[in-house]
Each structure stands twice: as structure tokens, then as C-alpha cells.
């Protein structure tokens, strides 16, 4: 079993391109890098507007730049898709065959 | 009791030096999470070793890496034996998976002949993490100058290296 990955890889992005935290503070448009730090040291989660501020500067997909935070909602995301399949109102609504093949392949490839 | 290591673990490797230490985290499948020098000034072990422990918590390593330089004849200083002892203890504590590799070790995994030169390596491993470690290869160091205190980052990168390939052949 592979251990699970690190919250995000925001700290590695900003080495492979040679900035300071303050100048990625500067381009995500904060005023310090206290907040980039706190980022960098998993205490604090940036907003979807930070992400993806992020992913333009490091041009890499947010999945990719948050690996770890992706790997547990992608878990969380199976594990519901494999409730709602199980979901007797679900069922008894008339579940289309192509709704429960959507989540059925939804809950196998995400396990 | 030796401790057993996940599948593809996060391995820390740490590369003490006359500075400080040089360190590398590698995850996943060889990717390169984080890697630098840490400079300590006054005592360097008590420095080094705080150093380790904030990463230890931090980054929750599975396994660390370490050179082995309790092997004769002593290639390393007396301070930097203790140094790695320490760590050692450290991570005994912090109940982290050990593994010391000799120096000869990391030659013959980069070289077929088990010979070369810190430099080689070096080029070795900026060709492989273009990215991440390319701008950081020093330039070749003659014999009248220091050793650049980037290659502690390389050595770090390198020893990481030795435990990825090592692990991966046993599973296979």
C-alpha cells in the first residue's frame, strides 16, 4: 500500500522556479508571504481562487499542486458514489442503467 | 527491530556537511517534493539535529536515509559521525525507519565501474530533475577551490535514490 501523499507540492513549485515566498505573494496578490508560508506548511488551504492563481503561475493542474488534498476528496467522492448507487430512494426513482454505470465505474476507479 | 517501509515511501534523505546538512524529500513514484541546505551557525549538531526533528514533524517521513560513515577508514569528521548518530536516535524516537547507506553503495548504483566523482553524480541527477535541480548544479570544482554547498542537495538527492531503486528491485 503506497503511502499517502503530501497536501499539496507548493513549496517544491516555488523552488523548481526560483521564487521567494514574498514574490509569490506578490503574484497571487497578498500583501506578504505569511500566508504563502502557511500554505507551504499545510496550516492553511488556499481558497479556489488562490488555486487556481496558483496553477497559473506554476502551470501545473491543481490536482497536481495539491496531490494529497486530491487523493482524500477523490476517496471521499467514491465513497459516496458508492452509498448513492446503494441509495434505495435512488433505486426506487428509477435509476437509469447509464446513472448506476456512472457511478458504479465512479466507486471502482477511485477505490 | 527493523522497521518495515511501505510501498514507494516518503524518504527523507539527509546529506550532513561541514555547513550543516543538505536535505531531500522524494514521494510517489521519484517525485521530488522538497530539497535544499540548511546552514546552521554555533553548534551545529544541537542546531542540525532541531533541524531534522521540525522536518521529522512536518513532513512525516516513513523512512530516513542517512550515509553510513561509521564505516573504516572514517572518510567524515568526528563531529559529523556524531551528527549522524544523533539523527539516528532521533529517528528511533520519532519511531521513523533507518537506512545508512555507505558511500560506495551510492557509487555503484550511478556508475557500472563503482567509481566516479560527486560531480558525475551531480550531472546524473540535473539530468534527471531538469526542473527542480538543473540551475542548481555547480560549476565543476577545482582543486583549489571549496566545495560548492549546493552538492549537499545532490548527495541528499542521490541517497534518496539508492533507497527508491533498492526498494523497487525487492519488490519486483
Same mark, same amino acid.
Given at each position: 500500500m503506497p503511502s499517502p501523499l503530501l497536501p499539496n507540492y507548493l513549496r517544491a513549485n516555488r523552488k523548481r522556479?526560483?521564487?521567494? +515566498?514574498?514574490?509569490?505573494?506578490?503574484?497571487?496578490?497578498? *500583501?506578504?508571504?505569511g500566508k504563502v508560508c502557511r500554505y507551504e506548511r499545510f496550516v492553511r488551504q488556499p481558497s479556489l481562487e488562490t488555486a487556481l492563481a496558483?496553477? @497559473?503561475?506554476?502551470?501545473?493542474?491543481?490536482?497536481?499542486?495539491?496531490?494529497?488534498?486530491?487523493?482524500?476528496?477523490?476517496?471521499?467522492?467514491?465513497?459516496?458514489?458508492?452509498?448513492?448507487?446503494? *441509495?434505495?430512494?435512488?433505486?426506487?426513482?428509477? +435509476?437509469?442503467? *447509464?446513472?448506476?454505470?456512472?457511478?458504479?465505474?465512479? @466507486?471502482?476507479?477511485?477505490? | 527491530m527493523k522497521k518495515t517501509i511501505p510501498q514507494y515511501p516518503r524518504?527523507?534523505?539527509?546529506?550532513?556537511?561541514?555547513?550543516?546538512?543538505?536535505?531531500?524529500?522524494?514521494?510517489?513514484?521519484?517525485?521530488?517534493?522538497?530539497?535544499?541546505?540548511?546552514?546552521?551557525?554555533?553548534?551545529?549538531n544541537a542546531g542540525c539535529t532541531a533541524k531534522v526533528a521540525e522536518m521529522i514533524a512536518h513532513y512525516q517521513p516513513d523512512v530516513i536515509v542517512l550515509e553510513d560513515a561509521s564505516i573504516k577508514?572514517?572518510?567524515?569528521?568526528a563531529r559529523i559521525r556524531a551528527l549522524g548518530k544523533r539523527i539516528v536516535t532521533l529517528a528511533e524516537r520519532s519511531r521513523v525507519a533507518v537506512r545508512l547507506f555507505p558511500r560506495t553503495q551510492v557509487w555503484q548504483m550511478f556508475f557500472v565501474e563503482g567509481q566516479?566523482?560527486?560531480?558525475?553524480?551531480?550531472?546524473?541527477?540535473?539530468?534527471?530533475?531538469p526542473e527542480e535541480l538543473g540551475f542548481r548544479l555547480p560549476p565543476k570544482r577545482r582543486p583549489w577551490m571549496s566545495e560548492d554547498y549546493r552538492m549537499d542537495i545532490f548527495d541528499a538527492v542521490a541517497l534518496s535514490l539508492v533507497l527508491r531503486r533498492r526498494s523497487t528491485r525487492n519488490r519486483t
Open positions: 522556479l526560483a521564487l521567494s +515566498q514574498d514574490e509569490v505573494a506578490f503574484l497571487l496578490g497578498t *500583501r506578504s508571504g496558483y496553477e @497559473a503561475i506554476f502551470r501545473r493542474s491543481v490536482s497536481e499542486l495539491f496531490p494529497g488534498l486530491y487523493q482524500k476528496v477523490e476517496r471521499d467522492v467514491a465513497e459516496r458514489a458508492k452509498t448513492l448507487r446503494e *441509495r434505495r430512494d435512488c433505486k426506487a426513482n428509477g +435509476q437509469t442503467a *447509464r446513472k448506476r454505470q456512472a457511478l458504479t465505474e465512479l @466507486a471502482q476507479s477511485l477505490a | 524518504i527523507l534523505a539527509i546529506a550532513p556537511s561541514s555547513r550543516g546538512f543538505g536535505f531531500a524529500l522524494l514521494e510517489g513514484l521519484n517525485v521530488l517534493a522538497d530539497w535544499g541546505v540548511k546552514s546552521i551557525k554555533g553548534d551545529k577508514p572514517f572518510n567524515r569528521s566516479g566523482t560527486k560531480h558525475a553524480i551531480a550531472e546524473i541527477l540535473a539530468k534527471k530533475y
